[in-house]
């Protein structure tokens, strides 16, 4: 994404078919919607889940 952002004045956003942005690098880097495609707010909660899943086989492997 950054080198989209560093070479592009004017940038088309989309996810999974649709346009979800439009504009210059600067507000679609800030655009809400994006961040959540593209750097995954629920990506990061569903690793956090995975991570903990993986510590309790962990903990229960050596019983």
Request: glycine fraction near 12%; charge should be negative; charged fraction near 25%.
């Amino acid at each position: 994404m950054g080198l989209v952002l560093s070479v592009c004045d004017f940038i088309y956003v989309m996810d999974f078919g649709k346009i979800i942005a439009s504009g210059t690098p600067e507000e679609v880097r800030s655009n809400p919607e994006v961040i959540a495609a593209y750097l995954g707010e629920e990506a990061g909660e569903v690793q956090a889940r995975s991570a903990e899943e993986l510590r309790g086989m962990s903990d229960t492997a050596g019983e």
